[in-house]
């Protein structure tokens, strides 16, 4: 009988790295997002028309320069519209055709079905930024040099926040009951959640809580440290609750089908 050494033969049978495998499915969500026309009607398509409008026409009333008001809002409602409504759909679709089932019968770890959407909502969260930030340029908007780094760091904290929220809408009701639960919630966040007025706008009640949604949180952080270069600390805790709240949550209450 002849005996072969390990490595002869490729493809080797057994389950291949995790690493690889992770950014597999992330690629794999990140492509199926950007092919999604509603998805990217969604998450760029509507925040790039409201940066446009309301910094070219006066729809609302906002201060001089419109561009350096509107940008870091538009921004907050981009990543909400990719990491929570778009993630919350597309998730609870995926359980009801059984994608969830059928990948989690596979050599992938149920961690990484969510890590690798997450990662996914990353990198469609980068693309948003690209598009409206070089748009926003070209409008006139001049970000503060040191709120960049800030910036950045509410953003990953706000993905981190309604993604975990849309992993919680998304892997606990039907898909049919997402749909609408998922479309309402941003339309109630967008007008009455620190989105397009700013949380001081709003009447005292409402104000008091849009101060401690995420979507309020974003939105003023965004544009505190990008108009004045401060760290805003309160807001960076707050989006960081809701992760950590809305994660453990999700982790409880995700099912696959």
Do not use: C
């Not at 009607?41 to 925040?47: A, F, Q, R, S, Y």
């Not at 561009?67 to 998730?91: C, E, K, W």
């Not at 009951?177 to 009640?205: D, E, F, Q, T, Y």
């Amino acid at each position: 009988m002849t005996n072969f050494s390990p490595g002869t033969f490729a493809p080797a049978p057994g389950r291949g790295r995790l690493s690889r495998m992770l950014i597999a499915q992330a690629r794999i969500e990140f492509v199926l997002t950007l092919r999604n026309g509603e998805q990217v009607l969604l998450t760029l398509l509507i925040p790039l028309g409201i940066l446009i409008g309301f910094t070219l026409l006066n729809v609302v009333p906002v201060p001089s320069p419109r561009v350096d008001n509107i940008t870091p809002r538009v921004l907050a409602l981009a990543v909400m519209s990719t990491a929570f409504t778009g993630q919350a759909i597309a998730l609870g679709f995926d359980r009801r055709y059984g994608v969830l089932k059928r990948l989690a019968a596979t050599a992938l770890p149920r961690w990484s079905l969510v890590a690798g959407r997450m990662l996914a909502v990353l990198g469609v969260v980068v693309v948003q930024l690209v598009v409206l930030g070089s748009v926003a340029a070209g409008l006139g908007w001049h970000p503060h040099p040191a709120g960049l780094a800030p910036a950045a760091s509410l953003i990953l904290a706000g993905t981190a926040a309604f993604g975990a929220l849309g992993v919680l809408l998304g892997g606990a009701l039907r898909a049919e009951v997402v749909l609408a639960v998922a479309n309402m919630v941003w339309l109630l966040l967008v007008v009455a959640g620190g989105i397009v007025l700013s949380v001081h706008a709003l009447p005292r009640p409402l104000s008091t809580i849009a101060a401690v949604l995420p979507s309020g949180a974003l939105a003023e952080g965004l544009h505190t440290t990008l108009a004045q270069g401060v760290t805003p600390w309160g807001a960076l805790g707050v989006l960081l609750a809701w992760a950590a709240g809305a994660g453990l949550l999700a982790a409880r209450t995700l099912r696959l089908s």
